[in-house]
């Protein structure tokens, strides 16, 4: 079945003749050193690209960004997933480009607009870079998959996130958003056009006061509304009904390699964003079913006599997300946990979160913070083994066998290159 879906079409703007001497000369010295940052230091290249784009010429991301079809992805969880998915999505006989390293604030996304020729680009974005992203790129449309409380000390509290993202959204064309979220459902609502998905939210403890009155929201099984004013779920142009994505003229099931409902979530957020763009949802569907790990989230690595399947947790939202997905399992658990830079710096939000699914198991714990977490499940009588060095010393002391690696951010990047490195 070819479904076409919700399909919202904007005029398009020619591409310059000429992108202008300085800007010309900008963009190739940022390909310059994205390719010596790669060969010396790894990566994709893109931050470092950004930088010297935004030094030689500062208009240049935005002049490089007119004449392409530019899909933004924002949220605190599941961006990166989401985008990934997009591209994918949107790759029906086209190149699409995209900062799938994960380079998401506007040195990370001037890189990409600088590094690729492709005429159409999904691109995702850190939540607070959002407004820059916007007058930016001028974007066609616009994804938002959740909004929750994460590292305070880098981002403000989600209520002031959704003003702010309320406020740059009035000027863009649609919006494809997360129906489930309160947060997300007011801050879209200033776009011109919406499209709504009903993506879920299984973390529900910052959608308990309405973002627009202050009131009380209300939830009754899968439905929200706040007591006081007019603000509610608005009804859902798509939705998932098991492992099948649905809309009004029809049904696509969904084969995924990723796992969790959560991942239905964000493939339905993309496909419904791909959709706008004329796409077909089952063919579109059908490309996803290869995406297995996005940029080392969820990927499965045999080492030694364990296989590994690692995974990131930020925040509370995604701590309670991989819980449940691990919850009915019974083998061996890597945590590592650090509190540096990006992961942000205060890790009290650990006691927002119930690590009871854990008891039983196979728990060993590592990293800069590894004290904080072995308390922390210690308190919901989770027995915890602190060991120190690198992931295979983590390995060593736990059984053959199947093992699943958490990480935060830091963390999760380390084990990542270490897992690689073999």
């Given at each position: 079945?070819?479904?076409?879906?919700h399909?919202?079409?904007?005029?398009r703007r020619?591409?310059?003749?000429r992108?202008?001497a300085?800007?010309?000369?900008?963009?190739w010295a940022?390909?310059?050193?994205?390719g010596?940052?790669?060969?010396?230091?790894?990566?994709?290249?893109?931050?470092?690209?950004g930088?010297v784009?935004?030094?030689?010429a500062?208009e240049?991301?935005?002049?490089?960004s007119?004449?392409?079809?530019?899909?933004?992805v924002t949220?605190?969880n599941?961006?990166?997933?989401t985008t990934?998915?997009?591209?994918a999505?949107?790759?029906?006989g086209?190149?699409?480009?995209?900062?799938?390293g994960?380079?998401?604030?506007?040195?990370?996304?001037?890189?990409?607009?600088?590094?690729?020729?492709?005429p159409?680009?999904?691109?995702?974005?850190d939540e607070s870079?959002l407004?820059?992203?916007i007058?930016?790129?001028t974007?066609?449309?616009?994804?938002?998959?959740?909004?929750?409380?994460?590292?305070l000390?880098?981002h403000?509290?989600?209520?002031a996130?959704?003003?702010?993202?309320?406020?740059?959204?009035t000027?863009?064309?649609?919006?494809?958003?997360?129906?489930?979220?309160?947060?997300v459902?007011?801050?879209?609502?200033?776009?011109r056009?919406r499209?709504?998905?009903s993506?879920?939210?299984?973390?529900?403890?910052?959608?308990?006061?309405?973002p627009?009155?202050?009131?009380?929201?209300?939830?009754?099984?899968?439905?929200?509304?706040?007591a006081?004013?007019?603000?509610r779920?608005?009804?859902p142009?798509?939705?998932?009904e098991?492992?099948?994505?649905?809309?009004?003229s029809?049904?696509?099931?969904?084969?995924l390699?990723?796992?969790?409902?959560?991942?239905?979530g964000?493939?339905?957020?993309?496909?419904?964003?791909?959709?706008?763009?004329?796409?077909p949802?089952?063919?579109?569907?059908?490309?996803?079913?290869?995406?297995?790990?996005?940029?080392?989230?969820?990927?499965?690595?045999?080492?030694?006599?364990?296989?590994?399947?690692v995974?990131?947790?930020?925040?509370?939202?995604g701590?309670?997300?991989?819980l449940?997905?691990?919850?009915?399992?019974?083998?061996?658990?890597?945590?590592?946990?650090?509190?540096?830079?990006?992961?942000?710096?205060?890790?009290?939000?650990?006691?927002d979160?119930?690590?009871?699914?854990?008891r039983?198991?196979?728990?060993?714990?590592q990293?800069?913070?590894?004290?904080?977490?072995?308390?922390?499940?210690?308190?919901d009588?989770?027995?915890?083994?602190?060991?120190?060095?690198?992931v295979?010393?983590?390995?060593?002391?736990?059984?053959?066998?199947?093992?699943?690696?958490v990480?935060?951010?830091?963390a999760?990047?380390?084990?990542i290159?270490?897992?690689?490195?073999?």
């Amino acid at each position: 079945m070819a479904l076409s879906g919700h399909t919202f079409t904007a005029a398009r703007r020619p591409r310059p003749r000429r992108d202008g001497a300085r800007v010309g000369v900008a963009r190739w010295a940022a390909r310059v050193a994205a390719g010596a940052s790669q060969r010396l230091r790894g990566g994709s290249g893109l931050v470092i690209a950004g930088r010297v784009l935004a030094a030689a010429a500062p208009e240049a991301a935005a002049t490089l960004s007119r004449g392409r079809r530019v899909l933004l992805v924002t949220g605190t969880n599941g961006k990166t997933t989401t985008t990934a998915l997009l591209a994918a999505a949107l790759a029906d006989g086209r190149p699409v480009g995209s900062n799938r390293g994960g380079a998401n604030t506007s040195t990370g996304l001037a890189g990409t607009v600088a590094t690729s020729d492709e005429p159409v680009m999904a691109l995702e974005v850190d939540e607070s870079w959002l407004p820059w992203a916007i007058a930016t790129t001028t974007p066609r449309c616009v994804v938002l998959t959740n909004l929750t409380r994460d590292q305070l000390s880098r981002h403000h509290e989600v209520a002031a996130l959704a003003e702010t993202w309320r406020s740059c959204l009035t000027g863009v064309p649609l919006v494809v958003a997360n129906a489930d979220d309160p947060a997300v459902v007011w801050a879209a609502s200033g776009a011109r056009h919406r499209v709504w998905v009903s993506a879920g939210e299984q973390w529900i403890a910052d959608s308990w006061v309405c973002p627009a009155c202050g009131d009380r929201c209300l939830r009754a099984e899968d439905d929200w509304a706040c007591a006081a004013c007019e603000l509610r779920r608005p009804i859902p142009d798509w939705w998932l009904e098991g492992s099948a994505l649905c809309c009004t003229s029809g049904r696509v099931p969904l084969h995924l390699d990723l796992p969790g409902r959560f991942n239905l979530g964000n493939a339905a957020l993309a496909l419904a964003a791909a959709a706008t763009e004329g796409v077909p949802v089952a063919s579109a569907a059908s490309r996803l079913t290869a995406i297995g790990s996005v940029a080392g989230r969820f990927e499965r690595l045999r080492r030694g006599d364990h296989d590994l399947r690692v995974m990131l947790a930020k925040n509370p939202a995604g701590w309670l997300e991989l819980l449940a997905l691990m919850a009915a399992d019974q083998h061996p658990v890597v945590l590592i946990f650090n509190a540096d830079g990006v992961d942000g710096r205060d890790p009290s939000w650990l006691y927002d979160v119930s690590f009871a699914p854990l008891r039983g198991r196979t728990v060993v714990v590592q990293g800069r913070r590894a004290a904080d977490l072995v308390v922390r499940l210690e308190l919901d009588g989770v027995v915890a083994r602190r060991v120190p060095g690198r992931v295979a010393d983590a390995l060593a002391a736990v059984p053959a066998g199947r093992v699943d690696v958490v990480a935060n951010y830091t963390a999760f990047r380390r084990a990542i290159q270490e897992l690689h490195r073999g």
